[in-house]
């Protein structure tokens, strides 16, 4: 079993950048593929980025393709989800979950994929 405590959130203008990082503990970090979702109010939950367990492996929703970067460092256990140019709608509760399973270039989008969930941390844009 993995532990994962996400960090980084906060208030930022439209056009600003946040870094997020999910750090995991419990377990061997890189035995987990790894993606960041978030929830917007009134939203279902939606897939953001993923990563696999190598850490070549990077798959991006459209909206966020050219603004977001996922990235791992499996030696400090951690996952980062760098966003850039960011715009209102990108307002919404952001979630690391990690996956057990597949390949070391494993990469999935689908939460149904997921078992451990972080508790979610608040990205807020403002115009």
Same mark, same amino acid.
């Given at each position: 079993?993995?532990?994962?405590?996400?960090?980084? %959130?906060?208030?930022?203008?439209? %056009?600003?950048?946040?870094?997020?990082?999910? #750090? #995991?503990?419990?377990?061997?970090?890189?035995?987990?593929?790894? #993606?960041?979702?978030?929830?917007?109010?009134? $939203? /279902?939950?939606?897939?953001?980025?993923?990563?696999?367990?190598?850490?070549?492996?990077?798959?991006? /929703?459209?909206?966020? $393709? %050219?603004?977001?970067?996922?990235?791992?460092?499996?030696?400090?256990?951690?996952?980062?989800?760098?966003?850039?140019?960011?715009?209102? /709608?990108?307002?919404?509760?952001?979630?690391?979950?990690?996956?057990?399973?597949?390949?070391?270039?494993?990469?999935?989008?689908?939460?149904? /994929?997921?078992?451990?969930?972080?508790?979610?941390?608040?990205?807020?844009?403002?115009?």
């Amino acid at each position: 079993q993995v532990q994962l405590v996400e960090s980084g %959130g906060g208030l930022v203008q439209a %056009g600003g950048s946040l870094r997020l990082s999910c #750090a #995991a503990s419990g377990r061997t970090f890189s035995n987990y593929y790894s #993606a960041w979702f978030r929830q917007a109010p009134g $939203k /279902e939950r939606a897939f953001v980025a993923a990563i696999a367990r190598s850490g070549d492996g990077t798959y991006y /929703e459209d909206s966020v $393709k %050219g603004r977001f970067t996922i990235s791992r460092d499996n030696a400090k256990n951690t996952v980062y989800l760098q966003m850039n140019s960011l715009k209102p /709608e990108d307002t919404a509760v952001y979630y690391c979950a990690a996956g057990v399973g597949g390949t070391y270039y494993y990469i999935s989008y689908l939460s149904s /994929e997921y078992t451990y969930w972080g508790q979610g941390t608040q990205v807020t844009v403002s115009s």
